[in-house]
């Protein structure tokens, strides 16, 4: 059973960083690829970054581009979110998830993903 459980949310200042934690279990963590999501109130969860199965690949959302960094360490089954120069529009629950079987390429839609941890809460107060 895959399961998945963010850390690492919590309360910031405007132009102020986090780091965010998702750790694996259930299988081998470093066949799969993995991706962040985020949904803030009254808005549909949405697209934040993507990394595949060995660390090299990567894609983001347009409105973190420069800001965020997703990474992983197969070793400690766990995928990181770093987050920079942090804005209110960030504020959101973060979700990190995985997909069911390993497929070719970084998916960027919730339909791609199967596995989804519980969230973690960012806010980002101005």
């Known amino acids: 059973q895959v399961q998945l459980v963010e850390s690492g949310g919590g309360l910031v200042t405007a132009g102020g960083s986090l780091r965010l934690s998702c750790a694996a279990s259930?299988?081998?963590?470093?066949?799969?690829?993995f991706g962040w999501f985020r949904q803030a109130p009254g808005k549909e969860r949405e697209f934040v970054a993507a990394i595949n199965w060995s660390g090299r690949s990567t894609v983001y959302a347009d409105s973190v581009k420069g800001r965020f960094t997703i990474s992983r360490d197969n070793a400690k089954n766990t995928v990181y979110l770093q987050m920079n120069s942090l804005k209110p529009e960030d504020t959101a629950v973060y979700y990190c998830?995985?997909?069911?079987?390993?497929?070719?390429?970084?998916?960027?839609?919730?339909?791609?993903?199967?596995?989804w941890g519980q969230g973690t809460q960012v806010t980002v107060s101005s």
């Open positions: 998830a995985t997909e069911r079987q390993r497929t070719g390429g970084l998916v960027t839609t919730l339909g791609g993903y199967t596995y």
């Open positions: 259930g299988r081998t963590f470093n066949n799969y690829n």
